[in-house]
């Protein structure tokens, strides 16, 4: 299969009529791990061995991979009959550059990155809970044995086809690389080739004067844990508004009127750190809280253990919902354990004394919620939106 396993002959020659020849049939298709993968996905929700949601859940984006790497597959072989319709090309893909050319320019490749990325995102998870389950239950292992033992899997365990779905990406510029290569100048693929491998690479982030191969593995590393911490984090983000209890807001002040329906899950909402600490309402009460930052507030949590919910509730008329705009984070002079948040986005100015564990931990969430504020100065936008607040955006950490 050219797009991934192919491979350049090994006299690394170009053919006659200025052709490079590539081996078809060297080694399984990696095109064909989404079938094998729907060996598992699709025997499993007619099993009825575990639900749908858990199934989903250890197979992401199972139909979008599907299409998208089938849709590539099917292109090949389109290419390949037309070549096979000329005795100087039989055997022949001439030109692929147009169709890699539209699977990496802006969308299209983004979209194939991401959907393998949150693919592998609960992989590990997945893989752990499958073993747990095979461990437990007989009809269950002889299931997945069955699965794993059909030919398309090439003797693959479900954890080698899982790891692919990611690791190929890699493949995608080594190959139009080296087809590259051996392209003359002067062909009519040559261009689109090019231009397809600088597409490819502008994807992670490389600086196509600079290229080299690990740095281009390095940077599709990082490209997936973006994806995957990002994946992570909107995931927790659910599970807690799943959980999120407003009750407590209907007896408070007008002003907080529009945290009724705050939603965590909002897409504008990055959540950067997130953590248990003190919040010190006077010097008898601390209620231990979960705080959330994100690149435009920060979100204060308390938690009903008994009913297993989060609640949003306001306390000594100040909000749960902290905007960064005119925030200043500052040590307690008295205790190296403390910090103070001061809040000037209303007439009042709003104090809010924070409790850590140690001076360590009272350092890294300045230093967290520093950052955060950094990266978040483009949400002024947002809490213009929400709590009313004009231009003149302003925060700093003391």
């Known amino acids: 299969a050219l797009p991934i396993s192919g ?25 064909e791990i989404e079938d094998a993968l729907l060996c598992f996905y699709s025997p499993l929700l007619k099993s009825k061995l575990f639900g749908q949601e858990q199934i989903d859940s250890w197979f992401p984006h199972m139909q979008d991979l599907v299409d998208l790497y089938r849709g590539l597959m099917l292109a090949m072989r389109d290419k390949f009959e037309e070549g096979m319709k000329f005795k100087e090309t039989r055997g022949l893909i001439t030109c692929i550059g147009d169709l890699m ?5 802006s969308y299209a490749g983004d979209k194939m990155v991401e959907v393998s990325a949150e693919f592998a995102a609960n992989q590990a998870a997945a893989l752990e809970q499958i073993k747990h ?10 299931f997945f044995s069955r699965c794993e033992s059909r030919p398309i899997c090439g003797r693959l365990q479900l954890s ?7 690791s190929r990406l890699a493949r995608y510029p080594l190959l139009l690389e080296q087809i590259l290569k051996y392209t003359p100048e002067n062909h009519s693929d040559y261009e689109n080739t090019k231009d397809a491998l600088d597409a490819c690479k502008a994807i992670f982030c490389i600086d196509i004067k600079s290229f080299s191969r690990l740095i281009f593995l390095q940077r599709v590393l990082a490209k997936v844990n973006d994806i995957v911490k990002t994946a992570n984090t909107r995931k927790i983000l659910f599970e807690i508004q799943k959980r999120l209890d407003t009750s407590g807001l209907e007896k408070a002040a007008t002003q907080f009127e529009e945290l009724k329906d705050f939603n965590l899950t ?10 248990q600490l003190g919040w010190k309402l006077n010097k008898n009460r601390t209620l231990t809280v979960s705080l959330l930052v994100f690149h435009e507030m920060l979100v204060l949590l308390e938690r009903n253990e008994d009913k297993d919910r989060y609640v949003l509730r306001v306390r000594l008329d100040r909000s749960p919902v902290i905007s960064f705009r005119n925030l200043i984070i500052r040590e307690a002079a008295f205790d190296s354990k403390c910090f103070f948040a001061v809040s000037s986005t209303t007439t009042t100015p709003m104090m809010y004394e924070f ?17 955060a504020m950094e990266m978040g100065k483009s949400g002024e936008e947002l809490f213009g939106a929400i709590f009313g607040i004009g231009s003149g955006f302003r925060s700093r950490v003391g």
């Open 355 to 371: 409790v850590t564990q140690s001076s360590d931990e009272r350092k890294l969430w300045e230093n967290k919620i520093g950052e």
């Open 101 to 105: 050319l539209r699977r990496f320019r």
């Open 133 to 142: 389950a095979r461990q437990k239950s007989k009809d269950v292992d002889r």
């Open 160 to 166: 080698d086809l899982t790891s692919v779905v990611v």
């Open 7 to 31: 491979k350049i002959g090994a006299e690394g020659e170009t053919q006659a009529g200025g052709h490079t020849r590539v081996d078809l049939y060297g080694e399984k298709s990696r095109e």
């Open 266 to 275: 909002d897409e504008s909402n990055e959540l950067y750190f997130h953590g």
